[in-house]
């Protein structure tokens, strides 16, 4: 079975990029969403010819399926009442996937922002359904090796914003890498 399998269809998969979007998100904020939205219409577009997207970018989107279905629940596990009715077994079915993708991708790529964001959405949803289990350990130990490795905790040492003074940058890489530096230390907290 291809990871693209388990793909929901594409009206879903922006409804439910939407929702994170809205609901998730918006308490961490560790997605640039033009980005992210355009990540998700490539791989849609990629799909339909018949491509199979990168691993990295299904590895960011299931995790943003998982937890837009998980976090479409109240507390006592009913689906809220203006929700589609999701299945709780698609969150878990979202979060192997991307767990299982992770795995594929540390093991063959370079380690990416796309990867760190999907880590950091992982560690939310596993620390909401799961509490301090060893996946959330994992994920969270996982992202901040990754992230150092990276050197995103040094991004605004003088010496890195010198840097950047000298030669063009993409901000929004730039701020992205700090949101996820701090996601990752406030997580430690």
Known sequence: M??????????QAYELFEHFVNNVDCHYRLLHVPTARASLDKCYREVTAGYEP???SLMLLF?????SVFFWFDDHGQAVPSAPKYSKTASVLYGRTAIA????????????IAVLQALGILSHLFINSEGFSDAFQ???????VMAQSLR???LDT???????????VDMVEIETQRRIWWH???SDW
């Open 54 to 56: 990168h691993h990295t």
């Open 2 to 11: 291809r990871m693209t399998d388990r793909l929901p269809a594409k009206s």
């Open 63 to 67: 995790s943003i399926f998982a937890s």
């Open 101 to 112: 993708l992770f795995e594929k991708v540390r093991a063959t790529t370079p380690i990416s």
């Open 184 to 186: 990752v230390v406030s």
């Open 138 to 144: 994992l994920l969270r130990n996982s992202g901040l």
């Open 152 to 154: 995103i905790h040094q």
């Open 158 to 168: 003088p010496k890195r914003c010198r840097e950047r003074a000298q030669k063009p």
